[in-house]
């Protein structure tokens, strides 16, 4: 499985971006996909994820109502729509995918077995 994330980039807060993690690998049909974030000086953070099969979601507290998770079956992609960015929203954003199953897709990074190179989103206050 190979993972390509992109739509990072620089907004003001209150403003919206959409993330994209288009996956290559049959694996990736049966998979969860989830977004983690990492801001400069903090450990790695589980945002959001999905199950391709199924649809079931999962979101951190932090961006419940804010963020929205999809996915595109057909063009083996998943989105992140983050809208009402806050400057704390700052961070590298990394798309994972986590081969088992589960009924509700993890938030535990150990939980995912491949990952993408990530992509820079910068709230200005």
Known sequence: VQLQ????GLVQAGGSLRLSCAASG???????????????????????AVNMIGGNTY???????RFTISRDNAKNTVYL??????PEDTA????????????????????YDY???GTLVTVSS
Do not use: H, T
């Open 115 to 117: 990952w993408g190179q």
């Open 5 to 8: 994330a992109s739509g990072g």
């Open 59 to 65: 979101y951190a507290d932090s961006v419940k109502g």
């Open 92 to 111: 590298v954003y990394y798309c994972a995918v986590g081969l088992v199953v589960r009924i509700l897709p993890s938030r535990l990074s150990r939980d």
């Open 26 to 48: 049959r694996a990736f049909s049966r998979a969860s996909l989830g977004w983690f974030r990492q801001a400069p000086g903090k450990e790695r953070e589980f945002v959001a």
């Open 81 to 86: 729509q983050m809208n009402s960015l806050k």
